[in-house]
């Protein structure tokens, strides 16, 4: 509770901050839309809306039809998931690093 009054002052002296104190009260009586039942509704809707990544290259103009896309040979991704796991710093290991690399191409080609 003293944690909340600190805050409160904290805000109260701070006159540019105003607008974002009054976005955080208003916060905690808007309804949460990270419960499970909208998680699964969101995840339909992204199942249902999502298309293969060569249809979606086509739309946006960057490949033609029948362009093969980019991919990792596999070895190399054997090769740095074993670096990985040798590591003394601990690291994030995604199982599809094939699809990450397509995201990673995608970004890079924009620019």
Not at 80 to 108: D, E, Q
């Amino acid at each position: 509770m003293k944690e909340k009054f600190l805050t409160l002052i904290w805000f109260s002296l701070r006159p540019t901050f105003y607008w974002h104190g009054l976005e955080l009260f208003f916060r905690k009586f808007r309804k949460n839309y990270d419960s499970s039942f909208y998680y699964d509704q969101a995840k339909a809707w992204a199942e249902q809306q999502s298309v293969p990544v060569n249809r979606a290259l086509e739309a946006i103009g960057l490949s033609k039809k029948g362009d093969e896309i980019p991919s990792l040979d596999k070895a190399v991704i054997v090769e740095a998931n074993s670096l990985a796991g040798t590591s003394k710093v601990k690291m994030y290991i995604s199982c599809s690093t094939h699809l990450n690399f397509r995201r990673y191409v995608l970004k890079f080609t924009e620019f």
